[in-house]
């Protein structure tokens, strides 16, 4: 057992706290993470603001890399000594989804069992079963996958949620192919690394599309060959016309509200595909559709979760791919921070100042 760093969400909407964590050894299945550097994720903020649950008090954070430091009982999927991205989504291997094969849906992911607390023993929430702004973590052993330990830590952390779900949205879930056209609305993290799993999928036609210059810029470096600034023209028009009149054959809706899904039931082509990547609020609901244009217009609609992905499969295939410089994950890395500037960190997300702060510890 060991006292460490961590940074706590108290209460609803109040700033966060740096406090003194204690991490218990890990037992049978888990293992303890030196973390080297965790991403602030809308995520992290969406729990602050009790977003989504009420089990205060929460250690954030969860987009994360770094290096094991010690496994329980039984586990053999990583070792002390292993550079690992953690991931929320530890495949059980047992539920329905992974016995019929599909275990990028799993529906029994695990977690740690013993829980971390605060020095006076307050049990805390850790966030997606991760809690990684914090000098080190117990996690479930499942949600250590290793990479390549020469990849910079900062830039293949963002694997372990953000990118990935964006790179995903357009691999895996819209099952890009060569030659497609791609549209991707909201170019934040997630949208612009959905732009790039469009690009690495070998789409003819990625357009952006975003209210913010800065995220059309950011969206054109990772792979967009047009962009749309939505202030001054109607996003679906303006996909059609940049598709000969058909609309996009996958449209990938990044910011996940009634409004942007409509747009992207429209911007997309007869029997075409809409990927809901974004996360809504529980209050949202989906806008009034005549159900013949469900119907009449084909294809699919499609929620992407975590961009479907199975993390032991697509973290060392995308690292590779980024070693090779054939990703750019860099990019997606805008500042570098202590613990200390996660609230002020979460302050530059919500303007649209960066695509990434990293903490870095």
Same mark, same amino acid.
């Not at 275990?103 to 829980?115: D, G, H, I, L, S």
């Not at 990935?164 to 549209?183: E, F, K, Y």
């Not at 969206?219 to 967009?224: H, I, P």
């Not at 699919?300 to 750019?328: A, E, H, I, N, T």
């Given at each position: 057992?060991?006292?460490?760093?961590?940074?706590?969400?108290?209460?609803?909407?109040?700033?966060?706290?740096?406090?003194?964590?204690?991490?218990?050894?890990?037992?049978?299945?888990?293992?303890?993470?030196?973390?080297?550097?965790?991403?602030?994720?809308?995520?992290?903020?969406?729990?602050?603001?009790?977003?989504?649950?009420?089990?205060?008090?929460?250690?954030? =954070?969860?987009? &994360? *890399?770094? %290096?094991?430091? @010690?496994?329980?009982? +039984?586990?053999?999927? $990583?070792?002390?000594? #292993?550079?690992?991205?953690?991931?929320?989504?530890?495949?059980?291997?047992?539920?329905?989804?992974?016995?019929?094969?599909?275990?990028?849906?799993?529906?029994?992911?695990?977690?740690?069992?013993?829980?971390?607390?605060?020095?006076?023993?307050?049990?805390?929430?850790?966030?997606?079963?991760?809690?990684?702004?914090?000098?080190?973590?117990?996690?479930?052993?499942?949600?250590?996958?290793?990479?390549?330990?020469?990849?910079?830590?900062?830039?293949?952390?963002?694997?372990?949620?953000?990118?990935?779900?964006?790179?995903?949205?357009?691999?895996?879930?819209?099952?890009?192919?060569?030659?497609?056209?791609?549209?991707?609305?909201?170019?934040? =993290?997630?949208? &612009? *690394?959905? %732009?790039?799993? @469009?690009?690495?999928? +070998?789409?003819?036609? $990625?357009?952006?599309? #975003?209210?913010?210059?800065?995220?059309?810029?950011?969206?054109?470096?990772?792979?967009?060959?047009?962009?749309?600034?939505?202030?001054?023209?109607?996003?679906?028009?303006?996909?059609?016309?940049?598709?000969?009149?058909?609309?996009?054959?996958?449209?990938?809706?990044?910011?996940?509200?009634?409004?942007?899904?409509?747009?992207?039931?429209?911007?997309?082509?007869?029997?075409?595909?809409?990927?809901?990547?974004?996360?809504?609020?529980?209050?949202?609901?989906?806008?009034?559709?005549?159900?013949?244009?469900?119907?009449?217009?084909?294809?699919?609609?499609?929620?992407?979760?975590?961009?479907?992905?199975?993390?032991?499969?697509?973290?060392?295939?995308?690292?590779?791919?980024?070693?090779?410089?054939?990703?750019?994950?860099?990019?997606?890395?805008?500042?570098?921070?202590?613990?200390?500037?996660?609230?002020?960190?979460?302050?530059?997300?919500?303007?649209?100042?960066?695509?990434?702060?990293?903490?870095?510890?």
């Amino acid at each position: 057992m060991q006292q460490v760093r961590g940074v706590i969400a108290r209460a609803k909407g109040e700033p966060v706290s740096i406090e003194t964590i204690t991490i218990p050894d890990p037992g049978p299945g888990e293992a303890v993470v030196d973390i080297a550097t965790c991403g602030v994720c809308h995520t992290d903020l969406h729990y602050r603001e009790g977003g989504i649950n009420d089990d205060f008090p929460f250690l954030l =954070g969860h987009e &994360a *890399a770094g %290096v094991v430091e @010690a496994v329980g009982e +039984g586990v053999t999927e $990583v070792a002390p000594g #292993d550079f690992v991205v953690l991931n929320w989504r530890a495949v059980c291997g047992e539920c329905r989804a992974c016995t019929r094969g599909e275990p990028w849906y799993c529906f029994a992911t695990r977690n740690a069992t013993q829980k971390m607390t605060l020095e006076d023993g307050t049990e805390l929430t850790p966030a997606l079963g991760i809690g990684a702004f914090a000098d080190k973590t117990l996690v479930a052993a499942g949600q250590c996958t290793k990479v390549d330990p020469a990849a910079r830590a900062a830039a293949v952390g963002l694997l372990g949620c953000g990118v990935m779900a964006g790179i995903g949205a357009a691999l895996n879930t819209g099952n890009v192919r060569r030659g497609q056209s791609v549209a991707v609305i909201g170019c934040g =993290g997630v949208g &612009a *690394a959905a %732009v790039a799993g @469009a690009r690495l999928a +070998g789409a003819a036609k $990625v357009i952006a599309v #975003d209210l913010d210059p800065q995220k059309l810029l950011w969206a054109t470096g990772l792979g967009a060959t047009h962009t749309v600034d939505s202030r001054e023209q109607d996003a679906v028009e303006a996909i059609r016309e940049l598709t000969d009149g058909f609309g996009a054959d996958v449209v990938i809706d990044a910011v996940g509200r009634p409004e942007t899904w409509k747009q992207a039931f429209y911007a997309r082509d007869l029997a075409g595909t809409v990927v809901l990547v974004g996360v809504p609020t529980p209050d949202m609901t989906v806008p009034d559709l005549p159900l013949i244009d469900v119907f009449g217009r084909g294809g699919s609609l499609k929620s992407s979760w975590y961009g479907d992905c199975l993390p032991s499969r697509d973290f060392p295939m995308l690292v590779d791919l980024y070693q090779q410089g054939r990703l750019d994950l860099d990019a997606f890395v805008t500042e570098e921070i202590t613990l200390e500037e996660v609230d002020a960190a979460f302050e530059k997300m919500q303007h649209g100042g960066v695509l990434r702060s990293v903490v870095v510890l």
